[in-house]
């Protein structure tokens, strides 16, 4: 039986909040239409998996938020998913609002803009308006609508003509309030051969929103390479909702690095079009499910471009009572000649009660293509297990093992150091190990 869920907007208080924060008429006009679409439009229909059943109607609302004097103002947990102690080119946001912003002289001097979303909305409305809500439109279904009327906070990062970001931005989003919102925006537009690291955490302190709704929309024009590094370990009580999606044009290039590592149920889709002629995507997902936790993740490459080009590969493992549905999607357009997808989704289950499906889908409606696929589920090899321990090892010690082997296809490839050693500290953590 569904739960009987609600999704009341109030367009006035959307309204009044947005003049409050003194937002311009055209970004007050896109959050009512959103609020208006978010009452009629239906959830998003996924395979597998009854979010109709998950408690998706407590959004909470915008609370102010005191701003950071210093980033020792963060928990030793959050301080710790920075890079460095006291880092330029970070933005933090607290629940709905940001409450740390800064950039250094160096990145302001080349042109780039780094800055919280609203802030960029009144400040660069002619670098904004023409990108927001274009690749995450609100009248996709009702989440992506609540999403377009609720936002707050969030990123905005520019990258001018062949301009070249030598070292990764930042951007931590902690929540902390279960009756606050938690919905932030990330822009990111990368200008013709152009390039630059993003990398994101999300984390909870304190109670946490009981739905994080998030979205990311990157922009690659030509020649372009953008790296967005995205890690979220929000706590068991919040369910994670995240869409990601990429717009790529002429030979441009988006590298995704995505770890799922929350504790509650989990909604994540990341999209890649490859728009243009040569254009490329490599996308690599790990996850970790534990406890009675049910994730649904959506890896997505839509070809349209000539020669274009696509790489995904997921892994999952799953613990106790977990349960999974990975999908990965290639989509090759009729036009896109030369383009080549190919997938790789493998679950590891560590217990009997784990559940997971890897399903690859190839949707090709054109001849002249490449496309390839491997999926695989099991359980870990005991046969593994006892050569390592008949080597001295213990069971405990050979299991680890065996799971970050499992995970080094991915793990090992992760472009940014300090982001490959987090993500293993957050594995051994959900793993008890």
């Keep these: ?152 906070g969030g990123v905005f990062l520019y990258v001018p003509k062949n301009v070249r ?70 706590g068991e009580t919040t369910i994670d909702v995240a869409y990601r999606r990429a717009v790529v044009e002429n030979d441009g290039k988006i590298e995704w690095v995505v770890g799922e590592m929350n504790g509650g149920n989990v909604l994540s889709d990341t999209t890649s079009l490859l728009k243009g002629q040569g254009s490329n995507s490599d996308a690599k997902v790990i996850c970790v499910g534990t406890e009675e936790q049910k994730l649904n993740l959506s890896t997505r490459a839509v070809h349209v471009g000539k020669h274009s080009s696509s790489d995904m590969i997921t892994r999952a493992v799953m613990r106790d009572d977990a349960t999974a549905i990975i999908n990965g999607i290639t989509k090759i357009e009729k036009g896109a000649t030369g383009a080549n997808g190919q997938q790789t989704e493998k679950v590891l289950m560590l217990s009997p009660k784990a559940r997971g499906d890897a399903n690859p889908i190839l949707l090709i409606d054109e001849d002249d293509v490449k496309a390839g696929h491997a999926a695989s589920v099991g359980q870990v090899n005991a046969d593994q297990i006892y050569y390592l321990m008949s080597r001295g090892i213990s069971r405990d010690e050979a299991t680890r093992l065996i799971i970050y082997g499992f995970l080094a296809p991915v793990v090992s490839e992760i472009p940014i150091g300090a982001l490959e050693e987090q993500l293993q500290r957050l594995v051994e953590r959900k793993l008890g190990q």
């Design 1 to 152: 039986m569904s739960t009987d869920t609600t999704y009341t907007v109030d367009r006035q208080s959307i309204a009044a909040l947005s003049q409050r924060k003194q937002e311009p008429e055209w970004l007050r006009a896109q959050r009512e239409r959103a609020a208006e679409l978010a009452d009629r439009l239906e959830l998003p229909k996924l395979e597998k998996t009854r979010i109709d059943r998950w408690q998706l109607q407590a959004f909470g609302e915008y609370r102010e938020t005191a701003a950071l004097a210093s980033l020792a103002e963060l928990s030793e947990e959050a301080r710790a998913l920075l890079s460095v102690d006291n880092p330029d080119n970070v933005i933090v946001q607290r629940d709905g609002a940001v409450v740390f912003n800064r950039a250094s002289e160096r990145l302001a001097a080349l042109g780039v803009i780094f800055t919280d979303l609203e802030t960029a909305v009144r400040e660069h409305a002619q670098l904004v308006k023409p990108y927001l809500h274009q690749a995450v439109t609100a009248d996709e279904h009702r989440l992506a609508a609540l999403h377009g009327a609720l936002w707050s």
């Design 165 to 234: 970001v030598e070292v990764p931005v930042q951007a931590l989003f902690v929540t902390t309030d279960a009756e606050a919102a938690f919905a932030p925006h990330v822009l990111i537009v990368a200008e013709a051969n152009s390039s630059v690291s993003y990398v994101e955490n999300y984390v909870s302190a304190g109670s946490g929103a009981p739905v994080s709704n998030s979205a990311a929309e990157v922009f690659v024009k030509p020649g372009a390479h953008v790296q967005f590094a995205s890690v979220h370990s929000l």
